[in-house]
């Protein structure tokens, strides 16, 4: 069981940056790789941004390529994910989540989620 807790969420201006943060604890933080995901009101949660557990492996949904980045710090036990140039369609709740094994996919089925945070990009 690992137990993930998300910060750094809020109301940002379009065109703006946020960087959101879990922190995990329970289980050895670099046995799982991470991912981020979101749900916009009315929608289906949907992928966002996965990576390995060493950090070597990255994968994003296509509306956020070149725009944000999943980074992850196994020391701190904490995966980021920076969000740049932020666009009023990325208001959404975000989750962070964890999956076990060093390889696989690293979209796909989390086993272990985060509460969410509250994203508001405003015009």
């Known amino acids: 069981q690992v137990q993930l807790v998300e910060s750094g969420g809020g109301l940002v201006q379009a065109g703006g940056s946020l960087r959101l943060s879990c922190a995990a604890s329970g289980r050895t933080f670099s046995n799982y790789r991470m991912g981020w995901f979101r749900q916009a009101p009315g929608k289906e949660r949907e992928f966002v941004a996965g990576i390995s557990w060493s950090g070597s492996r990255t994968d994003y949904a296509d509306s956020v390529k070149g725009r944000f980045t999943i980074s992850r710090d196994n020391a701190k036990n904490t995966v980021y994910l920076q969000m740049n140039s932020l666009k009023l369609e990325d208001t959404a709740v975000y989750y962070c989540?964890?999956?076990?094994?060093?390889?696989?996919?690293?979209?796909?089925?989390?086993?272990?989620w985060g509460q969410g945070i509250q994203v508001t990009v405003s015009s």
């Open positions: 989540a964890a999956k076990a094994g060093y390889s696989g996919d690293l979209s796909g089925r989390y086993d272990y």
